[in-house]
């Protein structure tokens, strides 16, 4: 797991948002990271130290305690990250001036760490002169900034400003975290079409070729992330991920089922076939004993494996539809809780090119024709690099 061992600093400001950070944290130390909570004086105000106390089960820093400090450069030594969330107007401004009059600023100052910041609050304060002035000198301190989501702010204005949702600041300290080492993280992409047997020599299966799922492997792989292929049909040389054989529907969900949790995201690109043979043969059926065999239908592997996806990770599912594609569509991302579905025509079989549609949870579309390269780079960005992307990294 990305997160398992990992330090985390946290440092909370005085913002209505603060009270989310106790499912943050919560959250967070269910995914294995050690946090270290640090409060600004006033983030104590709007949140209890005994709550992120409890969920952190260690010790809640916060303002500038007497006697103490010697901490915040030993926690400073021991991050591997650090992040400010919700980070008030006033926390850019000190940051940005270098001004350390409380624990968590020291911090910041002190440690060789990534520093994510997370600002959270009224949109007439976020589009101020001033809170985009400091805004630029951070990024020049490299320090990555999560931009606010837009909605109904606790104020009451409508507009940007709203801390994102936790899972979209976990994905991004996974991503910040990942970005030293060569990868970005896992991602499991499954290829080609399950077959299932009826006898020895015979088998029930359909026309998915692989080649989308072989595209979204360079593609992936490119970008630097990990890749695992779970394929029933050869793989291209070319493609350096690991893979794993299979040929039924069990087959296929067990190898996912293996590789799910430390993965950001499953692409489910395979045809998986819905029914296999109940009493299929291992010796070869005559003519005559094909009209015996029953159906049973297969284990749905995105519907298993949504039961155990964590919410930092991505499900994304293909779908090939004759009629009444996007309706259906919109269903199955709700029955199987994806976070996106790829509507494909039966064109797309075989072909280096395809018409597709990107449907996202949030029932956001994007229709794209073009070779299956390109639709596989515009996955990866839309659906696993997501909406609310980082500011500046650099
Ligand atoms: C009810 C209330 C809610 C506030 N919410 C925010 C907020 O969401 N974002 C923000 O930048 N300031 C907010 N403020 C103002 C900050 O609390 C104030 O600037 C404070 O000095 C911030 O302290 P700190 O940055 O040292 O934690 C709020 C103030 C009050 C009284």
């Keep these: 797991m990305f997160l398992k061992n990992k330090t985390i600093i946290l440092g909370i400001t005085g913002g209505i948002a603060a009270y989310k950070t106790v499912d943050l944290v919560s959250q967070l130390t269910k995914l294995g990271a050690n946090v270290h909570v640090c409060l600004s004086k006033n983030a104590s105000k709007f949140v209890s130290p005994l709550s992120l106390e409890v969920m952190s089960t260690n010790k809640i820093y916060s303002g500038q305690e007497q006697g103490e400090e010697i901490d915040h450069i030993k926690l400073a030594d021991n991050a591997d990250i650090v992040l400010i969330a919700p980070a008030t107007a006033n926390s850019l401004a000190k940051l940005a001036n270098g001004l350390s009059d409380e624990m968590i600023f020291d911090i910041v100052l002190a440690t060789k760490a990534p520093v994510i910041i997370a600002p959270a609050m009224n949109s007439n304060m976020w589009q101020h002169p001033s809170t985009l002035a400091n805004l630029e000198k951070l990024e020049k301190f490299n320090y990555q900034i999560i931009e606010p989501d837009s909605g109904l702010l606790a104020c009451g204005h409508i507009g940007q400003g709203r801390l994102p949702d936790n899972e979209i600041i976990i994905q991004k300290l996974i991503q910040a975290l990942n970005q030293n080492s060569k990868s970005k993280g896992k991602i499991l992409i499954s290829a080609g079409a399950t077959r299932e047997a009826i006898d020895a020599v015979r088998f029930i299966s359909n026309k998915s070729s692989g080649k989308m799922a072989f595209a979204l492997a360079r593609e992936a792989l490119k970008a630097n992330y990990e890749v695992v292929l779970v394929s029933t049909i050869e793989v291209p040389s070319d493609i350096k991920s690991q893979i794993i054989y299979v040929e039924t529907a069990d087959e296929m969900c067990a190898a996912l089922k293996k590789e799910f949790d430390d ?92 018409d597709i549609i990107i449907l996202k949870k949030d029932n956001q579309q994007e229709t794209l024709s073009a070779s299956k390269n390109i639709i596989a780079k515009r996955i990866l960005e839309s659906c696993i690099e997501n909406s609310h992307d980082i500011i500046s990294v650099v």
């Design 263 to 354: 993965s950001q995201a499953l692409i489910m690109v395979a045809a998986v076939a819905d029914y296999k043979i109940k009493n299929s043969s291992d010796q070869k059926l005559a003519k005559n004993e094909l009209s015996n065999l029953e159906l049973e239908k297969n284990i749905d592997i995105l519907e298993a494996l949504a039961a155990t996806k964590q919410a930092h990770q991505k499900l994304i599912g293909f779908s090939v539809e004759t009629n009444d594609a996007l309706e259906k569509a919109k269903s199955k991302i709700k029955k199987k809780n994806l976070d996106a579905i790829i509507i494909n025509n039966t064109s797309a079989f075989g072909a280096d090119t395809a």
